[in-house]
């Protein structure tokens, strides 16, 4: 009898207590991911569905990898693609050879412990980045008009006015030029990363090098900077994602034929001219669905290339 009662005891015990079910984690999360599948996955699906379509008599009529075939395979359409993705991967390399390292350098700065007026500076260079492309734009042909712009008296009172040129206005110059605005603006986002992880340093490392002899650049580039490859990571692929989505900077500074001849032409004009059209230019939703389509498959497989590559490689440089 002792042993039954013990046993029933027992079995009670290992039978786990049943989790009450949070469905208010479920309300609370409602509002959010109906505003985002609203927003975002819906777009994506339907832009995704009309890729693989054609309008014909004003009826949707299902054509595969037709679209995507006239996009690669007519000369015009083509020339325009791997123009356009041409200068987007120029565009996303004038950030990272000239953003990347010159935020390295100013968080370098600003991390020294004997600095003045670092949280102005950091105020400074980060405010940039709450302005909107649309005004980064139209203040920027303001200063370099050849025209009413401040550039070419600037550059004529310290002498260097022989320096200047229509920079928008030629096709060598022009998506340089919107690169480096660019990066003017978007400066500050990396910064603060590269600043941040710098002061997450341990204070033991960099006494040890000390010991050691290690200071100066020399503990810079043997200590700190390979400890900042994670944030570099981090930062290298949302630059990549934020420049193969741009758009707006080049729409309001050069209109929507990207000139001069096309010279800063990226994939977010492309799309934009293709999908609602421009000038002499009709729209075709299925074709400009065609080119969002490759957009998509371009930032997917690069992203994917980082977490699964990249990513693991970087992560023996954290603590």
């Given at each position: ?14 039978v ?7 469905w ?6 409602a509002?959010a991911?109906l ?35 006239f996009?690669?395979g ?19 390399l004038?950030h ?9 350098f ?5 991390s ?44 004529d ?6 320096l ?37 340093i ?57 000139g ?14 293709t ?18 389509t ?26």
């Amino acid at each position: 009898m002792q042993s039954t009662v013990l046993t029933a005891t027992t079995d009670r015990e290992l039978v786990a207590p049943r989790r009450a079910v949070r469905w208010h984690i479920a309300v609370f999360l409602a509002p959010a991911m109906l505003i985002y599948f609203s927003v975002m996955v819906l777009p994506l699906v339907e832009t995704l569905r009309l890729a693989f379509f054609q309008s014909v008599d004003q009826r949707e009529i299902y054509v595969g990898m037709s679209n995507f075939a006239f996009l690669f395979g007519d000369e015009r359409t083509s020339w325009h693609f791997w123009n356009a993705l041409k200068n987007n991967t120029y565009f996303f390399l004038i950030h990272m050879l000239v953003m990347v390292p010159l935020a390295i350098f100013i968080a370098a700065l600003l991390s020294l412990p004997r600095i003045r007026g670092g949280g102005f500076y950091r105020t400074a260079i980060f405010m940039p980045t709450m302005l909107s492309f649309v005004i980064v734009a139209f203040v920027w042909r303001l200063i370099l008009s050849p025209l009413w712009g401040i550039a070419p008296n600037l550059l004529d009172a310290i002498g260097l006015k022989s320096l200047f040129a229509p920079y928008l206005g030629k096709e060598a110059y022009a998506l340089t030029t919107l690169g480096l605005i660019s990066v003017w603006k978007e400066l500050g986002v990396p910064m603060v990363l590269m600043y941040a992880a710098m002061l997450s340093i341990p204070t033991e490392i960099l006494e040890a090098a000390e010991i050691d002899g290690i200071v100066g650049l020399q503990q810079f580039f043997k200590i700190k900077l390979p400890l900042l490859w994670p944030s570099v990571g981090v930062v290298a692929i949302l630059t990549f994602v934020s420049n193969f989505n741009s758009f707006d900077l080049i729409y309001t500074a050069q209109g929507v034929s990207a000139g001069p001849n096309y010279s800063t032409d990226i994939l977010g004009t492309l799309l934009y001219r293709t999908f609602f059209g421009a000038q002499f230019q009709f729209g075709d939703p299925h074709m400009g669905a065609t080119i969002a389509t490759m957009m998509f498959l371009i930032i997917l497989a690069v992203v994917c290339v980082y977490l699964f590559f990249v990513q693991r490689k970087l992560q023996r440089y954290q603590f």
